[in-house]
Every structure is written in structure tokens, then in C-alpha cells.
């Protein structure tokens, strides 16, 4: 497995797979014909059904420039590999062909070509819950500790990087109001919400302000803000919102948050490499579900749960968004997106309760679950697959 510096890439909204990745591809293909007199970028598949939604198109002419750019949208061709796929050509004054290059956004911001993905290094040895837990119980050591051991010596500095956008995109989002950009008209909800909820008592007031906090990076992310992938755009408030209460209104320490981020990012970790995080491939249930199980964990390791504990937090995480479509009205990362965003992280927080209430022990493993998940993804029909051509996208 790759670093979990992968899990959390910082960037622009509103999706991953279909912002942050296709306008990586044109930088890239740009600087391979710098001099060709135009571009063709054909879209396949889900980027093709919603990538206006997602901004996609305008993400490729912000690297490209419109003036010489065609974008062509062919939803009805999924591409082998993956359903995100993208053929870039470089033109001529005659329009002859100079080069092209088949790429695929396969979540999380990454690309891959066929051939070989990014150029990652592969550092993780271990690749599943069960031997990283059996690796814990060997050496008496906890999730981070397993991070650290295989990571860079740059790995704390860099989660101290990915805290700060996540604080900055709660707190932004936290101020803004107004209507989101895209045409369905939304007002943003979490200025409002963090206001009534600091008037609630006890754990009412806590409930409702984990809401917002999800709200605020959602929204944030559905107006294109600056986010952190956890691990896609269209779950990025889930994590941040629990970790911003345990911050903020338990007050933990920064150093058990950047902790707390190191165990969510191999848990992410494990889901990508064993199954898929991309809600063109799996549904909603790889990204929101991921979240999710990610910040069940983290919370669980905050709350002092032991390591059988974080494990279980992170499978009822996981095992509870079972089958959850991705069918976003308009093709927008809006509905019903922001909202599942806030029922994600308030869901975390009693997945990490109920685990700390237990002993840890449970019927079905992490990794049973992540399998699947998997298998139901690959069994849903592919219009709950980000394609908006099924469920609550067409009800509208």
C-alpha cells in the first residue's frame, strides 16, 4: 500500500475522481505538447454523465484554455478499467492527431494509465486490518505507531498541514452563507446550524454541532473551497467534523488530532487497496461509508478505545453505509451529498461509543466488510454509480 499522504490531498472541490484528478491529467498532457495548436479531451462514462456537475470540464479548460480545448462527453462508453475514463489528443493546425493518451480518475484525486499508477511508492508491507492488528498485538503498539514505523520522517508534518486546512475549511465554512453555485438553489446551512446549536445543553448541543461542522466543509466543498480529501471531496466533512469536536469541544490535544489522523488514514488506506473508494466504481458507500469507518476509528483511539476497539468502530462505520447509492441530483456534489456528510460524522462518534462500550470482540472482521463492500459495488446497476441516471437524481 501507498502512504496515507495519498488518503489526504488538498485541493479544490468539488470531487476528487472528478475535479481534483482530471485537472491533474490536463497539467500533465499540457506539458507533454506545450506547442500543438488545440486539444481534444474526450469524456467517458460517469466523468461524461456528470462532469458538468462536477465542474469537470471547467477544470480541464482552467489548465488548458478553452479557446483550444474540445471537451466531448460520451456517457453511453464506459472504458474497461474504470468508469472515469478520459482520452487526451494534441492537435495540429489540420487537426491530425499528435499524440494522445488514455488516463483514468480513479478517486481520491489519483491517476492511473494503464500501465502503472503515479509515481507512489509502495510502503506498507502490510496491506490488511488483520495483519496490521496482529503486527499491534505484537509489539503492544497502537494504529499511529504502525504509521510511523513505515512513513517518511515527514509524515507528522505533513498531517499538521492536512489539520490546518481541515480547521480552516470548518471555520470558513462555519461563516459563509449564502446560496451554493450550480443551480439547484441550496443555502448553505451550517452558519445557522452552529449558531442553534450553541444555545443547546449537553450532548444536544454537541450532536448539533458536529452537524454543522460536516455541513461547513460539504458546503465548502460544493462551492469548489479548499478542502482535504478523507478520503474523496464528496466525503471530506465527515472526518474533519469529528475531529474538529474532539478538538474543539472535548479539547484534545493537537497531538492525539494528528494521531487520531494517522490511524483514519491507514484505515482509508486499506479500503482503497482492497476494494475502492470511488463512488464511480463502488457507490456512495466507498466514499461516505470510508469516511465514515475512517473517523469511527480515529474517534474510538481518541476515546482511548484498544486497538480491537478501533477496529470494530471502524467496521460498524463501514458495515452501516452497506449499499448506499451514488445518484447526486443534477450531477451536482450537493444532494443528497452535504447532508450525508453530517449523519456520516454524528454516526463515527456513536460507532466509536458503542465499540468503547464493548470488549472489542464482534462477529465480522473489517476486513470482511470491506470485501463486502466491494462485491455489493461491483453487483449495483451503474446508474447508482455516479452516473445521475438513476434513484434520487432523476426524481427531480
Request: with cysteine; proline share 3%.
Amino acid at each position: 500500500m501507498e502512504s496515507i499522504k495519498e488518503i489526504y490531498k488538498i485541493g479544490n472541490g468539488p470531487s476528487s475522481s472528478h475535479t481534483i484528478g482530471p485537472r491533474k491529467a490536463a497539467i500533465m498532457f499540457r506539458e507533454r505538447y506545450p506547442e500543438v495548436s488545440s486539444y481534444r479531451v474526450t469524456l467517458y462514462g460517469s466523468l461524461a454523465a456528470t462532469g458538468v456537475g462536477h465542474l469537470t470540464d471547467r477544470a480541464i479548460y482552467n489548465e488548458m484554455s478553452k479557446e483550444k480545448t474540445e471537451i466531448v462527453f460520451r456517457p453511453e462508453i464506459e472504458l474497461d478499467y474504470h468508469p472515469n475514463g478520459m482520452k487526451f489528443e494534441a492537435l495540429n493546425d489540420e487537426g491530425d492527431t499528435q499524440g494522445d493518451w488514455i488516463v483514468y480518475s480513479v478517486g481520491g484525486g489519483q491517476l492511473y494509465d494503464g500501465k502503472m499508477k503515479e509515481d507512489v511508492k509502495e510502503i506498507y508491507d502490510l496491506t490488511n486490518m488483520t495483519e496490521i492488528l496482529r503486527w499491534c498485538r505484537q509489539y503492544g503498539n497502537q494504529f499511529w505507531e504502525f504509521v510511523q514505523s513505515r512513513e517518511d520522517s515527514d509524515i507528522w508534518d505533513y498531517l499538521e498541514t492536512v489539520w490546518k486546512v481541515m480547521e480552516n475549511s470548518v471555520r470558513r465554512g462555519l461563516d459563509d452563507e449564502g446560496t451554493i453555485p450550480g443551480g439547484l438553489n441550496l443555502s448553505r446551512k451550517a452558519s445557522s446550524y452552529y449558531a442553534k446549536a450553541k444555545g443547546y445543553r449537553s450532548s444536544l448541543k454537541r450532536r448539533s454541532l458536529t452537524f454543522a461542522y460536516a455541513l461547513a466543509v460539504a458546503e465548502e466543498n460544493a462551492s469548489g473551497g479548499k478542502i482535504v480529501t478523507a478520503p474523496t471531496c464528496g466525503s471530506s466533512g465527515v472526518l474533519p467534523a469529528a475531529l474538529y469536536m474532539l478538538r474543539h469541544d472535548y479539547d484534545f490535544s493537537k497531538k492525539k488530532i494528528l494521531r487520531a489522523l494517522a490511524t483514519a488514514g491507514i484505515i482509508g488506506n486499506i479500503v482503497k487497496f482492497n476494494a475502492s473508494i470511488s463512488g464511480a466504481k463502488v457507490g456512495c458507500q466507498g466514499e461516505i461509508g470510508t469516511a465514515c469507518a475512517m473517523a469511527s476509528g480515529a474517534a474510538a483511539q481518541v476515546f482511548g478505545g484498544t486497538v480491537t476497539q478501533i477496529e470494530y468502530a471502524a467496521e460498524m462505520g463501514l458495515e452501516h453505509h452497506l449499499g448506499l447509492t451514488c445518484d447526486p441530483i443534477g450531477g451536482l456534489v450537493q444532494v443528497p451529498c452535504i447532508e450525508r456528510n453530517a449523519f456520516g460524522a454524528t454516526r463515527a462518534l456513536d460507532s466509536s461509543t458503542y465499540a468503547i462500550l464493548s470488549d472489542g470482540s464482534h462477529l465480522v472482521s473489517f476486513d470482511k466488510i470491506v470485501k463486502t463492500m466491494n462485491q455489493t459495488g461491483h453487483d449495483l446497476p451503474s446508474i447508482y454509480k455516479e452516473t445521475s441516471l438513476g434513484g434520487l437524481a432523476i426524481d427531480l
